[in-house]
């Protein structure tokens, strides 16, 4: 057939197929996905234990969200509210780690290294949450406020992030996928 062949059939192929419907973009709803980041963050909370054998404080206190989850009244939350919990932790978590970067000379790469990992997956999640649209439904919410807690130590750091993805984010994100299907 040649290539001088297939040109032309190729163009026949395209006015016998239906056209295809555009559809809108759906967001990242794999589980899969979040499913990666948490086990990433298992396996970064259990590298610190390694690197940090007696303890790696931070240069300053930092405040973190609370990550504790009380599944009933978190179904009792409006979305508004949840949207608002989520995504001000994240900004809490986002500030915490900037603050964490902040290390001596002296600070291992390989804990550098972990906390730009962190900072990167958070960015990630950003963009997943920002896709099934937690900011708009958080600023329904007039800045309410977001649990928060103060932590010292890098080892905590790594816990809230842990907790925060395995949670918060992720019970958001399956909700709104979930609701995004029907």
Known sequence: MGIFGLIPFLLMLE???PPA???PLQPICDPRVMDKYILEAQQDDQDIGRLCAASCPLLETVQVPDTKVNFLEWKMMTRAR???EVWGGLALLLTALS???ERPPATPPSLRDQLARMTSTLLSVKEILRSVNVEAEARLLDA???PSLTIQTTEKLLSIHLNFLRGKANLYITEACRNYAR
């Open 15 to 17: 006015f016998l197929a």
């Open 99 to 101: 603050q964490a970067q």
């Open 21 to 23: 419907l555009l559809t």
């Open 82 to 84: 949840q949207a608002s």
């Open 144 to 146: 309410a406020p977001t």
